[in-house]
């Protein structure tokens, strides 16, 4: 359901690029951008990015997170970085601000936890390590304010394997919440982000 929401967002925002009011984006941007992702505090998890302009097209992002869910009765903690190279290409703003299309990368590393013992007193536990990447679309807007909203929809893969501490595979099935988390295999990454240009 939050994906489907998620996309919904994100098609409507797609479809207003030529709908933008040109005042809200007369000025020229400056050249860095600090975000966080509102809805990642749904699935107790925080994130944050930071963009900086290299060139009047092209940017450099670095986001991070860190998560502490619980699903089922399986507890994740872990981190993450998901370092981004953006291409803005609009003919009449310049970058960080206008439609974009990204190259990401991703680096996770988490750890799992399931409240049980095996006959030696030792808690169930794995670890998972996925690295990746994909492609992303999507627009930044920035606002006379300093206010900027970014809507993106990406999709790429994440490889890697779990490795059980303690207990079996089976032990540490959350469903498809906990595949959402972990991020393994094909995936696509929708997201909104809200933040402040300086």
């Known amino acids: 359901m939050k994906i489907k929401l998620l996309f919904a967002v994100a098609a409507a925002a797609f479809l207003t690029f030529p709908l933008q009011d040109a005042k809200a984006q007369a000025q020229q941007p ?9 809805l990642s505090a749904f699935a107790l ?5 930071l963009e900086y302009a290299v060139t009047d097209n092209i ?35 310049a970058a960080p601000m206008g439609p974009y299309l990204a190259g ?38 920035i606002f006379n304010s300093g206010f900027a909203l970014d809507v993106f929809l990406g999709a790429g893969y994440n490889g890697g394997n779990l490795k059980v501490n303690v207990g079996t595979e089976e032990d ?7 595949d959402m988390i ?5 995936g696509f990454r929708p997201g909104i982000t809200l933040g402040y240009n300086f």
């Open 104 to 141: 990401y990368g991703r680096i996770q590393n988490f750890k799992l936890t399931v409240e049980k013992q095996d006959e030696n007193g030792r808690d169930y536990s794995a670890t998972y390590a996925p690295i990746g990447g994909g492609v992303a679309i999507g627009n930044q807007w």
């Open 45 to 49: 998890t925080g994130s944050g990015f």
């Open 172 to 178: 540490f099935d959350a469903g498809i919440i906990g």
């Open 59 to 93: 940017s450099a992002q670095l986001g991070a997170f860190t998560t502490g869910a619980s699903i089922s009765n399986v507890k994740f903690k872990g981190y993450g970085f998901t370092p981004e190279v953006r291409y803005y290409f609009s003919e009449n703003k």
């Open 30 to 38: 400056k050249r860095a951008v600090i975000k966080v992702n509102p």
């Open 182 to 186: 972990l991020g393994g295999g094909f």
